[in-house]
């Protein structure tokens, strides 16, 4: 996240070492829409009944962000998430290793594909999410740092705007 070690080097070690089964996947999935960051669906409401799409693409585990995903209003289509395998009685058996979220640069590639309307914000938190401005060509317009759960200040440092909570990322998008 902080972009030291290349995301492909470690992405299929940290799964493999969790080992994570349908159950695990099922309660991170639980774990992520109790945890929800004040502010995010009322945000995320108001973006989207102004006319702006929302996509998510992410290196995070689609069977545990979708749930949320739809919580907070998106669409299943617009979900962007690495894939797990499961065998019929719930263990791991491996991820989508083609997906470009398991890679450096695979997030601009993904944003890139979806032929979004510019202007185009990306926000995150991470050095693979500020590639999303920062690689050649840009997949976004301009990127804002989110830093209401972790600031990594080499991501904020290298940010086109900084926003601590949802509120912001509201005011910032669709102005005062």
Known sequence: MRGEIPLESVYAERLSAVAPSRADVEALSQAYVERLEAGAEESLAKLTNSGIRVVLVTGGIRDAILPLALKLGLSRDDVNAVRVHFDRDGGYLGFDADSPLTRNGGKAEVARSLSLEHPILGVGDG???????????????????????????????????????FRELTRLVLGP
């Open 127 to 165: 050095n693979t999410d500020l590639e999303l401005k920062s690689l050649s060509p840009p997949a976004v317009d301009a990127f804002a740092a989110y830093t209401g759960v972790v600031d990594r200040p080499g991501v904020s440092a290298s940010a086109d705007y900084v926003v601590h909570d």
